[in-house]
């Protein structure tokens, strides 16, 4: 009789949680690059705004100090949102940790159950195999009494 491990459906859960948990981390992880490529570009334009302002002199300057404060509460939103976007890498990460727990700890039991099923086997071998060898001893005594 083969082996078959009775939380199997729960093993494939386990793996399928564990998919989605890295899936999900690896969504946090793009999130969090395209948040902190924004950040960096938005910065760089406020500090070339902030150099044309200088070179301009005072004839644009509302404007640009206009333009300039946008772009700061733009980075102060991205910031922010980068912050955001670390914390949740950081869960997605703790989730596939958890997850990886889960699952390793399903595997050991299954192998555990697995080593069970084999010794369980090998007994019941082993009563056949006495029974077999108390039945031919038996019919060997009973042969030589007869004969």
Not at 12 to 35: P, T
Not at 72 to 92: G, P, S, T
């Amino acid at each position: 009789m083969p082996f078959k491990y009775r939380l199997e459906k729960v093993l494939k859960i386990r793996e399928e949680e564990l998919d989605q948990a890295i899936l999900n981390m690896r969504r946090a992880e793009d999130s969090l690059k395209a948040v902190a490529f924004e950040l960096s570009s938005t910065t760089e334009r406020r500090n070339e705004l902030h150099a044309e302002l200088i070179n301009e002199g005072i004839g644009h300057a509302q404007l640009y100090v206009r333009r300039i404060k946008q772009l700061n509460e733009r980075i102060a939103q991205l910031e922010k949102d980068l912050i955001k976007a670390e914390a949740e890498l950081k869960q997605a990460k703790e989730d596939v940790k958890e997850a990886k727990m889960k699952l390793e700890a399903l595997k050991r039991h299954k192998e555990k159950k697995h080593k069970d099923f084999i010794v369980e086997e090998d007994r019941k071998e082993r009563l056949q195999l006495d029974e077999i060898g108390v039945l031919k001893y038996t019919r060997e005594l009973l042969e030589s009494r007869e004969g």
